[in-house]
């Protein structure tokens, strides 16, 4: 009685849910005209027998009791009640108090966020940061487009040496605008985010850790223009001014950045740019795309809780349709590197390159082809850089290293019949991974490991029987450095649906060999059956069977056996 006692005073707290409740206030009058209280649950209860001469520590009978109810108030509010009830144990939940509130409320061309909410501006300034204020975007018919946040972005928590499981950090605040004016043609936007920590909002200081007060400033400006039909030109330049600690008393360094005449730094702070650039361009069923991106060494908002710096892209896109659109095809091709100022030891560049092509000449018949490589390539600064070394120790590794990943695959899917009676279907479906690692130019033995994959099915339905038969045989054959193994062997499976389909049934059995080095390691049969029935469209009776005979040459043969006898029942 306490414990639901508590959870119908939690009711008046649950109404801004613990995830997000989202309020059109336009619509508050139809909260009026819903069921006041509506439930809505069921229950289930199965059992499991199981017998078996393997190596297992199954228990040879398990039986699961559960229940669930939810009451859902004005279709807005759910509490949420469940049981379970097992021989290992059982327990019960119920509602508790959410530990993140947040309400968004709408109207028309306003939308509030309120609570524990995450607002993007972009991805260099404020992206998707939770924080716990409130925030608001405006989205007018006209060109004007405005949104802005203020909160708590991170909370205070004290060094505690004897607890690792509490990241220690400062209280930190936030707040942030967002201005965009868009034309057919064009369109601009501005953003600035602010962030500070109060150095004073910590007791025990975690300095051994490298954790000090923070503050950012981060200003964007975007820009997208469209000079002539199909043609699309957008951008993006982001400027980060990061002070590491705000203790530090030493005069700011020299800096022309324009960051500098609206943030006071210290000794600390440092200024980092991003930018990036997009063209695309279609013409009749043409596209063409092409993308830049720059992120200096050392880039970071405090708007994010995960940021990729030093790095620069390089992407290529296109798109071409054929045949009468009977035919598609995409390639796109990236180039990637860091240590764009020459700061580390080493150096990586990535590739990545796919290709892909549907060819569909008919409704029975739809192919199609993929491929893509994946390609990294890290090597150690220059031999001056060894030769002028101040220490014996420093830059020790000497590497010359290429990884390469290649990926390629075909399906095909081909309704071979089809009429009033039944329809017959193949499919075919055919994969292949390479990959492989290189050093000197040299792929050593056991650096290399291939994987191919073959499946083929055929499928007859009977349309008025509700009845139907799947022959399928699966191969797959792996390198894995010096070993080899394939595994191989068919399964032929059929389906029905009986009684005006309340009663649903399956049968299938599969068998396969698996063989290393040309070897046999094993064999197995599988047998599975099961049969699903549904009564007063709210009463199910489920029944299950499974029978697996393994014979695997270094351990013998063994058998095992499961069924499952189920019963289910929901209501709303």
Do not use: C
Request: charged share 15%; proline share 3%; net charge positive.
């Amino acid at each position: 009685m306490r414990k639901i006692l508590y959870a119908l005073t939690v009711t008046i707290v649950y109404a801004v849910n613990a995830y997000s409740q989202n309020v059109d206030i336009a619509g508050l009058k139809n909260i009026t005209k819903a069921t006041p209280v509506k439930f809505s649950g069921g229950v289930n209860a199965s059992s499991v027998y199981f017998t078996g001469n393997g190596p297992t520590m199954r228990d040879p009978f398990t039986y699961f009791f559960q229940g669930s109810v939810n009451a859902s108030l004005f279709g807005q509010i759910n509490l949420p009640f469940s049981f379970n009830l097992t021989n290992s144990g059982h327990g019960f939940s119920y509602p508790t108090m959410p530990n993140r509130l947040s309400l968004n409320p709408t109207y028309k061309w306003v939308a509030g966020h309120i609570g524990d909410v995450s607002m993007s501006f972009s991805p260099y300034t404020l992206s998707g940061h939770q924080f716990t204020g409130v925030g608001f975007d405006l989205t007018p018919d006209g060109p004007w487009k405005i949104s802005a946040m203020y909160g708590r972005l991170q909370r205070a928590v004290d060094y505690e040496p004897l607890n690792r499981n509490a990241q220690p950090g400062y209280r930190r605040m936030g707040y942030g605008t967002k201005l965009g004016y868009e034309k057919k043609n064009y369109t601009l936007g501005l953003t600035v985010f602010h962030a500070k920590d109060d150095q004073n909002s910590l007791v025990n200081r975690p300095d051994s850790l490298l954790i000090f007060p923070q503050q950012n400033l981060v200003m964007s400006w975007e820009s997208k223009v469209r000079p002539m039909p199909g043609l699309e030109l957008s951008g993006e330049f982001a400027t980060s001014a990061l002070t590491r600690d705000l203790r530090d008393t030493s005069s700011r360094k020299e800096n022309h950045n324009y960051l500098s005449l609206l943030s006071k730094g210290n000794g600390s702070t440092s200024y980092y740019s991003a930018y990036k650039t997009q063209l695309s361009y279609t013409y009749k069923k043409s596209t063409l795309g092409v993308g830049y991106e720059r992120v200096a060494p050392g880039y970071q908002t405090l708007g994010a809780y995960y940021f990729n710096s030093d790095l620069e892209n390089i992407t290529v896109n296109m798109a071409q349709s054929l045949f009468k659109d009977k035919a598609n095809m995409a390639v796109n091709v990236g180039f990637q590197r860091d240590n764009l100022d020459n700061s580390k030891a080493s150096g990586t560049t990535r590739f990545v390159g796919s290709v892909n092509v549907t060819y569909s000449p008919s409704e029975k018949l739809q192919t199609s082809v993929g491929y893509s490589s994946f390609q990294t390539h890290m090597n150690m600064r220059q031999q001056f850089d060894y030769i002028n070394q101040q220490s014996q120790f420093q830059n020790i590794d000497t590497l010359n290293y290429v990884q390469i990943s290649q990926n390629a695959s075909f399906n095909m899917n081909w309704l071979t019949k089809k009429n009033e009676k039944q329809s017959q279907t193949f499919n075919l479906s055919l994969s292949f991974q390479d990959a492989s690692d290189q050093q000197g130019g040299i792929v050593a033995n056991g650096n290399a490991s291939q994987f191919y994959n073959l499946a083929t099915s055929y499928s007859v339905m009977l349309l008025k029987q509700a009845i139907g038969f799947t022959l399928a045989y699966n191969t797959s054959y792996n390198t894995i450095g010096k070993n080899d193994f394939l595994t191989m062997g068919p399964t032929l499976s059929l389906n029905a649906k009986l009684f005006k389909k309340t009663l649903t049934t399956s049968l299938s059995t599969s068998y396969n060999l698996s063989n290393s080095m040309g070897i046999r390691q094993s064999s197995v049969l599988n047998v599975r059956a099961n049969a699903s029935y549904v009564v007063m469209k709210k009463h199910n009776l489920n029944f299950s069977l499974m029978n697996q005979n393994r014979n695997i040459m270094s351990k013998g043969k063994n058998n095992d056996l499961t069924t499952t006898l189920g019963y289910g029942y929901s209501f709303r």
